[in-house]
């Protein structure tokens, strides 16, 4: 039986409860890797407070829980659908071949840090720019920094474009630009 069938028919806050007693995951980290109080998950597990219904929290709570979000039953569906980009399709791709657990994974990052990570893998936050913390991901994951190199230029370049950079008249720049980039982080890497 699916892990998704075991739970279809038990309350949300049942689910979290056993969920956080299965995987042994302190309620305080729940609450940081999830961006609430302890207050609140020691809430919503006693059921004190209705369990949430914000998207953003029960998305959060889904990720860490390594499920669909749709199996809490107060979540409705966003009518903008979360677009997954191909590097978040990425890093879970490599999370996988770690057989590692969400929880495992957030556990291998600085308890400041977990927040961005959820983030990052229910799809609400891009990679970050800066290449250090993006060379942890990669540690973390196993990934290569040539591999990790082509997501980060994808998501500069991207950001230049937002921000009304224009490729095509500036390619020789942004040519340039990167190769200076590669040759430091593949330099580096050495």
Not at 49 to 54: D, E, G, K, L, V
Not at 81 to 109: A, N, Y
Not at 132 to 153: G, H, N, P, R, T
Request: glycine share 2%; charged share 25%.
């Amino acid at each position: 039986m699916s892990k998704s069938n075991s739970i279809v028919n038990m309350k949300s806050s049942e689910m979290l409860y056993n969920f956080l007693e299965n995987t042994n995951l302190h309620k305080k980290d729940f609450a940081q890797m999830i961006g609430v109080t302890l207050s609140y998950v020691y809430n919503l597990i006693d059921e004190t407070i209705p369990f949430s219904t914000r998207s953003t929290t029960l998305e959060r709570i889904a990720t860490v829980m390594d499920i669909s979000p749709e199996e809490f039953s107060e979540y409705k569906i966003p009518q903008d659908p979360v677009v997954i980009d191909e590097t978040t399709e990425f890093l879970r791709e490599k999370q996988k071949e770690k057989k590692m657990t969400t929880v495992q994974l957030l556990k291998s990052f600085p308890r400041k840090q977990r927040l961005e990570i959820v983030d990052i893998l229910r799809g609400a936050r891009p990679i970050p720019l800066d290449w250090e913390a993006l060379s942890v991901i990669a540690q973390v994951l196993d990934i290569s920094k040539e591999e990790m190199y082509d997501f980060w230029e994808a998501r500069l370049k991207q950001v230049l474009q937002n921000a009304g950079f224009n490729t095509e008249n500036n390619q020789g720049l942004l040519t340039s630009m990167f190769k200076c980039s590669r040759d430091y982080v593949y330099n580096k890497i050495k």
